[in-house]
């Protein structure tokens, strides 16, 4: 989970601009796509990286229920 905190802060990012403007929530998704590029150059590991993904935008922004 450490090694992927961008995508998770990304994603939680896109979650939260759900209540906002359209502009806001396109903003914010470009940004999760340009941060979860950037991991992809990073990683030789992709499994724990598509994990992380699924992980982080399904999560609830309210918190572990």
Request: proline fraction near 5%; avoid cysteine; hydrophobic fraction near 45%.
């Amino acid at each position: 989970m450490l090694a992927h905190s961008a995508i998770y802060n990304a994603a939680w990012l896109v979650r939260d601009s759900w209540h906002g403007s359209p502009e806001r929530r396109q903003e914010r998704m470009w940004r999760f796509v340009n941060t979860l590029a950037r991991e992809l150059q990073r990683t030789t590991d992709y499994e724990p990286l598509v994990f992380a993904v699924a992980d982080a935008l399904t999560a609830s922004t309210h918190g572990v229920p």
